[in-house]
């Protein structure tokens, strides 16, 4: 961190006209009685608070001859509801270098509106609601506390942030977890500078969106208006890739005395060249001589393209220890990973590449950003959007996709932070975005038997659990991660409604792949039925069915993301008393989604004479990802399983 502030303190030293300081704040209409007499937000009923007005103001400037950056902000919300007190408290984290900080916080100002006997009253924010605090050698943490704050109260505050490093200013979030009704910002710098601004979710949603040119400045103007919250919710990897913001990146700059400006920013054949030619990366994928009497017995079993592949696949699999950590551009060569026996994920599969081509199998490098720290920019290569390696390979003429990392995942299984979207091919004359896939998926088998215990109201019950693919790893990677006791308490918790469950586990510490994983839970359901005089009224499945619906919200501007293609089979055989008989239950059904995109089949079958009811409910997702115009498709699918689920069993006494 020192050699690089050092470099861009020296980059950027040289004697220029000083840009305008932008220090003041422009006018916000002042805060009403009517502002604090509302008690709702119009435009969404549920909302906890709202930002009324979310301002930012950003601008490069020459300071002692070196360019830095600052950050303007004032932020004013309306507070509706206990939960969102939460708001009142900021918290800001400074990185320090030899001692002193990087950036500096200045002009911190601070105000609670309340509406005390019909009146405004106005609290400061002082200097004892200012903390700061020590995190540790290289890192320190400045926060403060709007004071009296309550349910109806208004708050806003105000800071500059001063930064040696302009090269890379900060996002602009005009949307968060709470709605909005004016987000602006202003980015102003010097013409010698050229930024790229990216977009991202905001096409078509500006009010103002301008870039003004004069003689020493470039001067850039965005205004949202009536921006409804964007909420973390089920099954999406991360909803920051949907997050309506505006991200800078300094691509180029000239200085006086320069004869040619600065290149910072790469396209995409730049881009590819770099990977392709780096000693780290392109380069590194050379043959590993100390492998080669490993892979002639290999070979000299006369193995077909597939089976040989898969030995490769295994032998490191199995005989090389994963290291953490995600990187792009690996530490170490592939000759050393060997040696070492170990390696990150992305080394071991830049040395399972080199093997791979060393028996004769075409594998290139296919590079991702993993699960959750956001979607790469197709527009524009970025290095920080990519952290991982994976291997593609074409195999007797089918695209295969492998990661050597965890020993418990099959061939072609991915791990669960490799299952993304996209990937992109680092192939000489042939790099190109390829859609991810793999054939297994998370397969899960509930078999439940249920006895009743008459007239009190409980159930004797036991639940198998097994899976298949993706399904069977986590039930072991859990296991792992977890250890025997924290699993075992945590599947009791999980299943909250037996009392006192005893488990039982069968093929969880194994580390064969291809052998099934499974888990028995035995106990007490209480109150799993009631009765009405001679009418007994029980749930069509009393465990394991769906209680809320995993999608509650009637809209969604982002996919919905299973990880893996989705299956869940449940079997519950109920065994009902004898003195009692079956008057209703609940009706079959059987609904698809479209394109054949999955399905739920549900039904209800009286066997043994009407002494035992089977129960089947299969839900089907044949797509890890169903992007928005499917969302309504999925949400119906599971309103349909939520409501039969929750149906009833009528049983009368005889």
């Known amino acids: 961190m020192k050699k690089l502030l050092l470099l861009i303190i020296l980059l950027f030293q040289i004697n220029v006209i000083k840009a305008q300081s932008f220090t003041h704040l422009p006018s916000f209409r002042p805060v009403t009685l009517a502002d604090l007499q509302s008690n709702k937000y119009d435009k969404d009923s549920s909302a906890e608070a709202y930002y009324m007005q979310n301002f930012g103001h950003t601008w490069v400037y020459d300071e002692l001859n070196h360019y830095e950056i600052a950050y303007q902000v004032f932020v004013r919300i309306k507070i509706l509801k206990p939960s969102a007190f939460k708001l009142a408290t900021y918290e800001r984290f400074f990185a320090k270098e030899n001692r002193q900080l990087i950036d500096r916080i200045k002009d911190i100002k601070g105000k609670t509106y309340n509406l005390v006997s019909g009146q405004i009253e106005e609290i400061e924010l002082t200097s004892k609601d200012i903390f700061k605090s020590k995190i540790d050698s290289e890192t320190e943490k400045l926060s403060f506390v709007l004071p009296k704050v309550q349910v109806g109260s208004i708050i806003e505050y105000s800071y500059v942030v001063h930064s040696p490093i302009p090269f890379n200013p900060e996002d602009w979030l005009f949307q968060n977890e709470f709605p909005t009704e004016v987000s602006e910002y202003f980015f102003e710098y010097p013409k010698n500078f050229s ?6 979710a905001t096409e078509g949603k500006f009010d103002v969106d301008t870039c003004l040119v004069s003689k020493r400045m470039v001067s850039c103007h965005w205004i949202m208006r009536d921006i409804p919250a964007i909420r973390k919710e089920e099954f999406a990897a991360s909803t920051d890739d949907y997050v309506r913001k505006l991200h800078f990146e300094l691509i180029e700059y000239i200085m006086p005395g320069m004869s040619d400006s600065k290149k910072l920013a790469f396209d995409w054949p730049s881009f590819d060249n770099y990977l392709l030619e780096s000693k780290l990366f392109g380069k590194s994928i050379v043959s590993v001589e100390a492998a080669q009497p490993i892979l002639n017995r290999f070979l000299a079993k006369k193995l077909d393209t597939l ?52 028996v004769g199998i075409d594998a290139y490098p296919l590079i991702i950003n993993t699960r959750g720290n956001g979607r790469p920019w197709k527009e524009f290569p970025a290095f920080k959007r990519f952290d991982y390696t994976l291997v593609y ?41 390829i859609p991810i896939t793999s054939p297994a998926k998370a397969v899960t088998l509930v078999n439940i038997q249920v006895n009743f ?67 028995r839970l035995k106990g007490i359901v209480s109150e799993a039925y009631h009765e009405s005089d001679k009418f007994l009224y029980l749930k069509a499945l009393p465990v394991e069915g769906i209680k809320e619906h995993p999608l509650p919200n009637p809209m969604r501007n982002f996919p919905v993301d299973f990880t893996y293609p989705q299956e869940k089979i449940i079997t519950c055989r109920i065994n009902i008393p004898d003195n009692y008989k079956i008057i209703e239950l609940p009706k079959s059904v059987r609904a698809s989604l479209p394109n054949d995109g999955g399905r739920f089949v549900f039904t209800v079958q009286a066997q043994n004479e009407g002494k035992t009811i089977i129960v089947s409910s299969q839900l089907q997702f044949k797509k890890a990802i169903y992007e928005v115009e499917a969302y309504q498709s999925v949400r119906q699918i599971f309103d349909l399983v939520l409501g039969k689920h929750r149906e009833q069993i009528v049983l009368q006494k005889q």
């Not at 995600?326 to 040395?351: M, R, S």
């Not at 899976?467 to 250890?483: H, K, P, T, V, W």
């Open 453 to 519: 215990a008459q007239n009190t109201g409980e159930i004797d019950t036991e639940i198998d659990y097994s899976g298949n693919d993706y399904q069977s790893a986590i039930f072991r990677i859990e296991y792992l991660l977890l250890g025997k006791e924290k699993y075992i308490e945590a599947l009791k918790k999980r299943a909250d409604v037996i009392e006192k469950p005893v488990v039982s586990l069968s093929g969880l510490d194994s580390t064969n792949t291809e052998s099934q994983a499974s888990i």
């Open 195 to 200: 930024y790229r601004a990216i977009e991202q």
């Open 307 to 358: 089976t040989l592949a898969k030995e490769v696949y295994h032998y490191i699999r199995d005989n090389f220890r994963h290291l953490s950590g995600y990187e792009l551009i690996p530490d170490n060569t592939i000759t050393k990973v060997f040696d070492q026996k170990a390696g990150t994920g992305t080394e071991l599969n830049l040395l399972l590449i080199s093997l791979l081509r060393q």
């Open 393 to 433: 390979a074409q195999i007797q003429g089918k695209s295969i996709f492998l990661d050597a990392s965890n020993r418990f995942l099959k061939w072609e299984m991915l791990p669960r932070y490799c299952m993304v979207s996209e990937g992109r091919l680092i192939k000489q004359d042939d790099c190109k975005w």
